[in-house]
């Protein structure tokens, strides 16, 4: 008798373990975000299951898995990115009225499918010796079209998906017709072809190919900290960082956030998870090790990122307009001559 409950209650009690999980897609590249996956199991006991990958790759596995997937919640990159889940039909609506409340309104899905976790932003990073105070003065993304950047400007290639996002919400605010204008100067002004990533462009500014890069915010942090190596601190330390549109729109805001799955079957354990990012102190930790903004206004940025400033205007367009306008951007940009 005895002998033939056991497997039952073996059963029983590896079910109940199995319950107290949750199933994470994730495409950020953050080692520090392991220490935050166990931090949750030890504060709540629910055990995070981890799948990480190229966010297309994970996309793609969401598709063939279907309904049988195991993801709970897709934790990604830009908001463009989140909006293409949300476009297939992934997502349903967060139902965590904690986070709802915590996260801004501009910074969610039209519907709440995803929110923002942490923010960055997408800056000028101008060497200080070749761009005179004045120039800066009020320069916005707009004015990098005017004949006096010629020659003077680097980004990173149109297939990239801020550039992609950084453009759509040009869209959003100018229409069509007059972003073209302005992409088709702004890449007659580029000092050489796009190329590499976005601190390939911090480091052409240092290097003195460029007086000005377009890159994210973060990068100027990851460079300083010394995590890339000693060439990328000094080449850190040649450059600053400017936040562009601030007696207008504001500086291009975008996110890393994440949503819950259709499917999903942990919905309390997926809700929970959400409020223990956007607590103080995991924002606080996440912060410091990611270099990006807080969605908490209270909390400070990593001092690398803040010595830059903390007092900017941020673009408060809803960040789903990138989204919305993506396909738009990248035949908008290919029409201009943006590689
Ligand atoms: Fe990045």
């Known amino acids: 008798m005895f002998k033939s409950l056991f497997p039952v209650i073996f059963m029983l009690v590896s079910s109940l373990s199995f319950a107290n999980e949750v199933n994470i897609y994730t495409s950020r590249h953050y080692d520090s975000d392991d220490q935050l996956y166990e931090d949750f199991r030890k504060e709540t006991g629910i055990k995070i299951n981890v799948i990480s990958g190229n966010g297309n790759a994970l996309l793609e596995r969401l598709k063939s898995e279907g309904k049988n997937s195991p993801a709970d919640i897709f934790f990604t990159v830009d908001a463009g990115n989140l909006w293409k889940i949300q476009k297939e039909g992934y997502f349903q609506s967060i139902s965590s009225s904690k986070a709802l409340s915590i996260v801004p309104i501009n910074l969610r899905g039209p519907n709440n499918e995803w929110i923002a976790i942490a923010k960055r932003a997408r800056v000028i990073f101008y060497n200080p010796k070749t761009v005179a105070n004045e120039e800066l003065a009020d320069l916005s993304y707009e004015d990098l079209a005017n004949k006096e950047w010629n020659d003077r400007v680097v ?63 973060y990068y100027y942090g990851y460079m300083l900290s010394g995590k890339a190596g000693n060439n990328q601190v000094e080449a850190a330390n040649k450059v600053k960082m400017f936040f562009p549109n601030q007696s207008n729109r504001g500086v291009h805001i975008n996110i890393s956030g994440l949503g819950v799955l259709k499917n999903a079957t942990n919905i309390d354990n997926a809700n929970r998870f959400i409020e223990f990012l956007l607590s103080r102190e995991m924002q606080s930790s996440m912060v410091n090790n990611s270099f990006e903004y807080p969605v908490l206004a209270d909390v400070s940025p990593h001092p690398h990122i803040a010595s830059s400033g903390l007092d900017f205007v941020e673009d408060k367009m809803q960040v789903s307009e990138y989204g919305k306008f993506n396909s738009e951007a990248i035949k908008l940009m290919d029409r201009a001559g943006w590689k």
């Open 155 to 217: 980004i990173r290639s149109s297939n990239n998906i801020y550039n992609q996002s950084l453009v759509a919400s040009l869209i959003s605010a100018h229409g069509i017709k007059k972003t073209e204008e302005w992409a088709k100067g702004f890449v007659s002004n580029l000092a050489r072809k796009p190329q590499g990533n976005d601190r390939s462009q911090i480091m052409a500014v240092a290097n003195g190919i460029a007086d000005l890069a377009i890159a994210n915010s």
